[in-house]
């Protein structure tokens, strides 16, 4: 069983910039896909960027694409995003995920808001 806390949202400008973690206890993330969601009220949770193991890809989504960069530490376990950029759409609850074909384990999320 994998359990993911999320950590470094908080307030930051238009422009600029927040780096988010998230730590794995449990299991090891190596093996595992990992990625970023978020969920804007109202809307469904949207994945945003993640780490595919078995080809070693990574995936953006159009709206973060360019500005948002994902990558992993697989000795401390942990899973970073790192947000440049920031603009007020990018306010939200951001959710840490690792999958396999069989099971999704999510984190609480933290929140990252954008003032204009």
């Known amino acids: 069983e994998v359990q993911l806390v999320e950590a470094g949202g908080g307030l930051a400008q238009t422009g600029g910039s927040l780096r988010l973690s998230c730590t794995a206890s449990?299991?090891?993330?190596?093996?595992?896909?990992v990625g970023w969601f978020r969920q804007r009220p109202g809307s469904e949770r949207e994945g945003i960027s993640c780490i595919t193991r078995r080809g070693g890809g990574f995936y953006y989504a159009n709206s973060v694409k360019g500005r948002f960069t994902i990558s992993s530490d697989t000795a401390k376990n942990m899973v970073y995003l790192q947000m440049n950029n920031l603009k007020p759409e990018d306010t939200t609850v951001y959710y840490c995920?690792?999958?396999?074909?069989?099971?999704?384990?999510w984190g609480k999320g933290t929140l990252v808001t954008v003032s204009s």
């Open positions: 449990g299991a090891s993330l190596d093996g595992l896909n």
């Open positions: 995920n690792a999958n396999t074909a069989s099971r999704a384990y």
